[in-house]
C-alpha cells in the first residue's frame, strides 16, 4: 500500500459545498486511477466517483451526478473531489484509493491497492 491522505472533510449545511482533497506522499498518482469511496454509519461503502490517470476519464454514482466533481492535478499529486448542493445523506467518511494496474481505465473498487484513511463529511443543520 502506498500513503494517501484525504482531507477537507467537516461539518456543512444541507446545499452547501466541500472540496476533498486526496494527495500522495512519496510516490506520483499520474500513473493512478484514483476512486472516491464512501462510508455511512451502518451501511456499506459505496464507490462515489472514479477519474482515470490522464483525467480525462471520469463516472459517478446516480446518487451524486450532476453534484459531485473528480478532478485532478497531476502537477501537485492530488486528486480533488468537489461536492456542491450537499445533502444529509451525503454524510459519511470519505476515503480515496489509487491503483496503477489498467490506470487509463475509468475502473474503481474495492479491490484497489492503496487507501487513505478517510476524512469525515457531516451534512446537517
Known amino acids: 500500500q502506498l500513503p494517501l491522505v484525504e482531507s477537507g472533510g467537516g461539518l456543512v449545511q444541507p446545499g452547501g459545498s466541500l472540496r476533498l482533497s486526496c494527495a500522495a506522499s512519496?510516490?506520483?498518482?499520474?500513473?493512478?486511477?484514483v476512486g472516491w469511496f464512501r462510508q455511512a454509519p451502518g451501511k456499506e461503502r459505496e464507490g462515489v466517483s472514479c477519474?482515470?490517470?490522464?483525467?480525462?476519464?471520469?463516472n459517478y454514482a446516480d446518487s451524486v451526478k450532476g453534484r459531485f466533481t473528480v478532478s485532478r492535478d497531476n502537477d501537485k499529486n492530488t486528486v480533488y473531489l468537489q461536492m456542491n448542493s450537499l445533502k444529509p445523506e451525503d454524510t459519511a467518511v470519505y476515503y480515496c484509493?489509487?491503483?496503477?494496474?489498467?490506470?487509463?481505465?475509468?475502473?474503481?473498487?474495492?479491490?484497489?491497492?492503496?487507501w487513505g484513511k478517510g476524512t469525515l463529511v457531516i451534512v446537517s443543520s
Open positions: 484509493a489509487a491503483d496503477s494496474f489498467l490506470h487509463g481505465r475509468t475502473f474503481c473498487d474495492n479491490a484497489m491497492d492503496s
Open positions: 512519496g510516490f506520483t498518482l499520474d500513473r493512478y486511477r
Open positions: 477519474i482515470n490517470s490522464s483525467g480525462e476519464g471520469t
